[in-house]
């Protein structure tokens, strides 16, 4: 039956979890996967979810969500992203549902996705599986290791007449898909100033934003800051869609919870919407896993719960920052005669070194340190026991 299969190739990110788990030795260390974990590299299950838990333990029943998933959870999320006190939330004018989806293609046959260059490795699969031509926006600058602004607004601005196949420029009313904070995988934001320049641009050509919102917190210490890009999109009169996990900043990775939202031009609009997005859901999955949504909705619920989570993004959010400034000074305490200034500048889980894929596996074979092979390393799983092994590990490679 299946001697035609071939085997998959190995995922870039997800891969390296496998190959580290595979590796004996007790130096072993992992900054793949953007996991956070604590001090002692332990995974951390946050207080907040744990209440939630106790609460829900004695009252939990086993039905089926619906196929747009917890009302409530969903409820709570919007005001996340699009503010507590969002009159487009009291409009009832955003559709959303529990999950994702392949809505693009579906009503928008013809078009194609912007993504930036590079980003995290799986959006390349979900468009593709979406059979939704993919193009590329330039957005990183390797010299300098930030954003390359001039050439993202370059790649958003050009007139429609200007529009050459060859060029990677957009022509008016694309979809482009943003990291709305903590990019992965560079730790690059938009300053606020540029966001409301790529804000007004989107605006002249009529392009439509898809925010991936997976790290609000991470960025600043504060999910109602990280969800500054958002808010200017709001502002600005744009109809954005978003998508929203809780992977990260509860913590609540095997949950797979998360929310896909779209605002409509008024609550009849988003009531169509949002029987197309449930109608997309009932054969992928039905509805989704109603834990993680219980926990979610228990804890944005209860203002003194909310408090607690808040309090602990922050704390994670800390962590990082603070590894940041070690793996600087470790680096720079052994003479490394590069500058490792980006590792501070950048912001949210990751580190993009800037390593040659060469180099990396270097840090593989002789240091059982394990990352991606695009230079990337996940700070979270940084500490102050690995920290010294690691920067010693770099600065070996890197040498010239
Ligand atoms: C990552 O980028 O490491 C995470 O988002 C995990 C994943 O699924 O790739």
Redesign the pocket.
């Known amino acids: 039956w299946w001697q035609s299969v071939e085997p998959a190739p190995k995922?870039p990110?997800?891969g390296v979890t496998e190959a580290f788990l595979a590796d004996p030795s007790p130096d072993k260390v992992n900054v793949?996967?953007?996991?956070y974990r604590d001090d002692n590299g332990k995974p951390v299950v946050l207080q907040s979810v744990r209440e939630a838990e106790r609460r829900i333990a004695g009252n939990l029943n086993m039905e089926y969500l619906p196929m747009g998933g917890s009302v409530k959870m969903v409820e709570e999320t919007l005001k996340l992203a699009y503010g507590e006190h969002s009159e487009f939330i009291k409009d009832k004018r955003i559709a959303a549902v529990q999950s994702l989806s392949d809505f693009q293609k579906r009503f928008s046959p013809d078009s194609q996705i912007y993504i930036p260059d590079p980003t995290?490795?799986?959006h390349h699969n979900i468009w593709r599986d979406a059979q939704v031509p993919q193009r590329t926006y330039h957005y990183y600058h390797p010299e300098s290791k930030g954003l390359d602004f001039s050439a993202l607004m370059d790649d958003i601005k050009v007139r429609e007449a200007d529009f050459d196949l060859l060029t990677k420029n957009a022509p008016n009313g694309s979809f482009f898909l943003l990291h709305a904070c903590a990019h992965?995988?560079t730790g690059v934001d938009p300053s606020e100033e540029q966001w409301r320049e790529i804000s007004h641009q989107f605006k002249v050509k009529g392009h439509f934003a898809f925010f991936d919102m997976?790290y609000q917190g991470f960025a600043s210490g504060d999910p109602d800051r990280d969800a500054k890009s958002i808010r200017i999109f709001l502002q600005d009169g744009h109809h954005i869609g978003i998508s929203q996990s809780y992977?990260?900043n509860m913590g609540l990775?095997g949950q797979r919870v998360g929310c896909l939202s779209v605002l409509c031009e008024d609550e009849k609009q988003a009531v169509t919407v949002k029987s197309q997005l449930q109608q997309l859901a009932r054969p992928m999955y039905s509805n989704p896993p109603v834990h993680g949504a219980l926990v979610v909705s228990t804890i944005l619920g209860d203002p003194e719960l909310k408090k607690l989570w808040l309090k602990e993004v922050k704390v994670m959010a800390d962590r990082i920052i603070g590894m940041r400034t070690m793996l600087r000074e470790n680096l720079e305490n052994l003479g490394s005669q590069l500058s490792w200034k980006h590792i501070t500048d950048q912001i949210g889980?990751?580190c993009y070194s800037g390593m040659m894929p060469e180099q990396v596996d270097r840090l593989t074979k002789e240091f059982h340190i394990y990352m991606?092979r695009n230079g990337?390393i996940?700070m979270a799983g940084i500490n102050t026991s690995n920290v010294g092994y690691l920067a010693n590990a770099i600065n070996e490679v890197t040498k010239s």
């Open positions: 995922d990110i997800l793949g996967v953007g996991a995290w490795a799986n992965n995988p997976a992977a990260k990775y889980m990751f991606t990337r996940s």
